[in-house]
Every structure is written in structure tokens, then in C-alpha cells.
């Protein structure tokens, strides 16, 4: 629970919704900052191993280019990057041999076990909150935030436009 006397909003209004999820993001991003000064990661380190984890799961081929773009960080700033996850062992990376200059990035063990010990205790409480919740009602959580993720990408290209 969030260090604040005040009552969390109860949901009854859509308002309430976007304060909720504020202090969800608050609270996950000083998670990140407590596990990573922890373990001594970067937070772009972090976000970067996130970035690969999900590419693995989703069966993605993941290229330093498109991390860069994923994490928005300059080709000399993703090349640094690459570095230091290389040299702490949470990730490879192999080239294409039918095209020598194409990169292909790819997670260690080190760094799934690495994610495991960060992130585990993380998923394990957010599963065990999950599991209140009948199915059904889980569904329609689910729908909520997919549609506040869309959401949040569209106000994202709406604040930056030109």
C-alpha cells in the first residue's frame, strides 16, 4: 500500500481510474528503481532485458536497431547499451549468415534467471491479487487495460505531433 493517510479512490468514476493507474505506474517505477540499485542495474538496462524477454516470448527476431527504436535511444546509446548487457551476461549477439551485417539479439540464461530474481516476487503478487477475481470479471480487467494501453500510445502521438 502506497505510503499516503488518504483513502485510494474507490473506481466509481473514470477519474478515479486514472488516479489508480497513476499510482500503479508511481509504484511499479520505484519497484524498478529499488530492484535495479538491489541487483545494480541500470533502469535502461531493465527496460531493455524487458524489451528482449518480450521479443523471445513473442517468437520476434529482435535486432539492435529496433531495440534502439523500442527504448527510443540513439544508434551510439543502443550500441553502449548492448555493451554492458553483453558484458554482464544477459544477452548474445548472433549475426544473420546470409547477411553478415544483420544482428540478431538473443537472452542468456543469466538473464532469464537474472529477470526471474528482479521480477518473480512482482508477478507473483500482481498473479495472487488477480486471483480475487473470478474469470470472468478478469476478462473485462484485461479489455479495460488494452484499451488504456491503446489510449495511452494515442495521447502519447498527440502530445508530441508537431
Known amino acids: 500500500m502506497p505510503n499516503s493517510t488518504r483513502p485510494l479512490p474507490d473506481g466509481s468514476e473514470p477519474a ?22 538491489h541487483h545494480r542495474v541500470h533502469r535502461t538496462d531493465l527496460s531493455a532485458l524487458s524489451v528482449i524477454m518480450r521479443a523471445v516470448r513473442e517468437g520476434v527476431p529482435l535486432t539492435p536497431r529496433r531495440l534502439g527504436e523500442a527504448l527510443r535511444l540513439s544508434p551510439p546509446a543502443t550500441t553502449a547499451l548492448l555493451d554492458r548487457l553483453e558484458r554482464a551476461g544477459h544477452i548474445e549477439r548472433h ?22 530474481r528482479m521480477f518473480g516476487p512482482l508477478a507473483r503478487h500482481i498473479e495472487e491479487a488477480a486471483r480475487a477475481y473470478p474469470p470472468a470479471e478478469r476478462a473485462v480487467i ?4 488494452r484499451d488504456v494501453t491503446e489510449a495511452t500510445v494515442a495521447a502519447r502521438d498527440e502530445a508530441t505531433e508537431s
Open 142 to 145: 484485461a479489455a479495460f487495460l
Open 16 to 37: 478515479d481510474l486514472v488516479q489508480l493507474l497513476h499510482l500503479v505506474a508511481t509504484e511499479t517505477d520505484h519497484y524498478r528503481e529499488a530492484v535495479g540499485a
Open 95 to 116: 549475426r544473420e549468415p546470409g547477411d553478415r551485417r544483420l544482428v540478431h539479439l538473443a537472452a542468456t540464461d543469466t538473464a532469464h534467471t537474472t529477470g526471474r
